[in-house]
Nanobody, 123 residues
Framework: VQLQASGGGLVEAGGSLRLSCAASGRTFSRYSMAWFRQAPGKEREFVAAISWKDSSTYYADSVKGRFTISRDNAKNTVYLQLNSLKPEDTAVYYC?????????????????WGQGTLVTVSS
């Protein structure tokens, strides 16, 4: 699976962005998908995930209620809607695909990664 993330940019605090991750290669619908992020000087952290099986969703506490993950299997694309952005959301955002039959929230369980897209939130 090849993943291509896009949609990052510079936004003011309180603003919104929508990230997209287009997949090609193997059967997209069989992969759980997730977004992680990595801020400068920090470790990569889980943001959100969506199940391959029933599209159930999971979020980090820090983004719950502000971010929404979704997928369109017909378009082989997963999205991350970012609302009410805060300066601490500034990071490179990565999409990832997992063949694990559950919905992992740790990066070690993801098999394929996109190149990352930078989100910068100004105060």
């Amino acid at each position: 699976v090849q993943l291509q993330a896009s949609g990052g940019g510079l936004v003011e605090a309180g603003g919104s962005l929508r990230l997209s991750c287009a997949a090609s290669g193997r059967t997209f619908s069989r992969y759980s998908m997730a977004w992680f992020r990595q801020a400068p000087g920090k470790e990569r952290e889980f943001v959100a995930a969506i199940s391959w099986k029933d599209s159930s969703t999971y979020y980090a506490d820090s983004v719950k209620g502000r971010f929404t993950i979704s997928r369109d299997n017909a378009k082989n694309t997963v999205y991350l809607q970012l609302n009410s952005l805060k300066p601490e959301d500034t990071a490179v955002y990565y999409c990832a695909a997992s063949a694990f039959r559950g919905v992992p929230t740790t990066y070690l369980e993801y098999d394929f990664w996109g190149q990352g897209t930078l989100v910068t939130v100004s105060s």
